[in-house]
């Protein structure tokens, strides 16, 4: 099974979300109908990023590291810079 770390951006607000998922469309769905306690008030999400990995371990490394001082500074100066 593959797991994906994404990063999701608020339509409404300039905000990101990390998470991590075994299916990413069906979470994107969650989270854009408010099943998701953060994101529920920034809706609606977007997948502006996302990563796939073989095992959840692997992914749930990179979850932890993008939503570091580190990660977010990745976040920022990579994903989001070539978006606009």
């Known amino acids: 099974m593959d797991y994906y770390v994404y990063i ?6 300039e905000i990101t979300y990390v998470g991590i998922t075994n299916d990413i469309e ?3 769905n969650e989270h854009n109908s408010g099943k998701s306690k953060f994101t529920k008030a920034f809706i609606p999400w ?3 990023y996302h990563e796939n990995f073989s095992t959840r371990k692997d992914a749930r490394e990179r979850e932890k590291y993008l939503k570091s ?3 977010r500074r990745f976040i920022m100066n990579t994903v989001i810079l070539q978006k606009m």
């Open 8 to 13: 999701l951006k608020s339509e409404m607000k």
């Open 46 to 48: 977007k997948i502006i």
């Open 69 to 71: 001082a580190a990660g």
């Open 26 to 28: 069906r979470r994107l």
